[in-house]
């Protein structure tokens, strides 16, 4: 005759699943206006980091994920944005670099 085990004994299973929470910064960057939007465009990773970091610097942000055009001349590409709160920053920063 074969014994038969209650695993659940042995694993936590929960009753209900609930899905992790929402990031706010996700429903906060889709209510924020963006006053200006480009593509920053490079040949490689490291040409991309140094532009990206220099426009985070004055106030921008990267949207979205980079992205690569393929072809003889590959190009990798970030979208970069300014929203309508962090111009203040920006505008702040250019005049009284610190």
């Known amino acids: 005759m074969r014994a038969s085990v209650n695993l ?3 694993i936590s299973v929960p009753q209900k699943f609930s899905p992790p929470p929402i990031k706010s910064i996700s429903l906060d960057r889709m209510s924020r206006k963006i006053l200006e939007y480009f593509t920053a465009i490079d040949t490689d990773t490291k040409g991309l980091d140094k ?3 220099n426009f ?3 106030g ?3 949207y979205g994920d980079p992205y690569v055009i393929p072809g003889e001349k590959s190009q990798v590409c970030q979208a970069i944005v300014l929203f309508e709160e962090d111009s203040a ?3 702040l920063s250019a005049q009284n670099p610190l």
């Open 8 to 10: 659940t004994s042995f």
């Open 51 to 53: 532009q990206v970091n």
């Open 56 to 58: 985070v610097k004055d």
């Open 60 to 62: 921008f942000q990267p």
């Open 89 to 91: 920053g920006m505008t």
